[in-house]
């Protein structure tokens, strides 16, 4: 296959979905087909945009007579989404962090209790976005927050929700990349 400069894709910008694990996922009939309601947008990241890992889990064998592995044992596979949250509000805080805002003095006082119940909620996260005028979805079908947040407080920076998503097996795969990318295109 020689260079093909059309192949490279660079994510000019995108949006951030999340909903309860068992929301509907969209049809396929279109790469950014309208989400139903209870999906929240995630509102600005960083321009550090996402990172989307996929990892393969492997064993060496290895024998007397040989100084490299005889056989190689696909154990298990991970995955992964991480990015910065820019943006706070109830919903995000409720949705990412786990929790509940309420009102003790109604639009003067809000307040955000985390949910320590030891349950690791289920969510559906899209990750949608454009090159151009080619569309991309990365569907991941189960996630669950993987990783201790910390947030800056401080006076140069902005207060930034650091987040990593576990990805989930699930009877759909792990996750589905829908894309309008001709470069796709079965022959």
Do not use: C
């Amino acid at each position: 296959m020689a260079g093909d400069p059309t192949q490279i894709v660079v994510a000019g910008t995108g949006t951030l979905s999340l909903a309860p694990y068992g929301t509907a996922i969209p049809a396929d009939t279109t790469v950014h087909s309208t989400l139903a309601a209870a999906y929240v947008d995630l509102g600005f990241t960083s321009d550090d945009g996402v990172t989307i890992s996929d990892a393969v889990e492997v064993e060496d064998i290895a024998a007397w007579q040989s100084l490299y592995p005889v056989r190689r044992v696909i154990t298990g596979y991970s995955g992964g989404v991480s990015f910065d949250l820019l943006q706070w509000s109830k919903d995000i805080f409720e949705q990412v962090l786990h929790g509940v805002v309420t009102e003790p003095t109604p639009n003067v006082v809000h307040e955000f209790t985390p949910t320590r119940d030891g349950v690791l909620p289920e969510k559906i996260l899209i990750v949608d976005f454009t090159d151009g005028a080619e569309l991309y979805r990365w569907i991941f079908h189960k996630v669950t927050l993987g990783a201790d947040i910390e947030i800056p407080i401080d006076k140069k920076t902005a207060g930034v929700i650091p987040t990593e998503w576990g990805v989930q097996d699930d009877v759909l795969g792990p996750f589905v990349l829908r894309t309008s990318d001709q470069n796709f295109t079965i022959d």
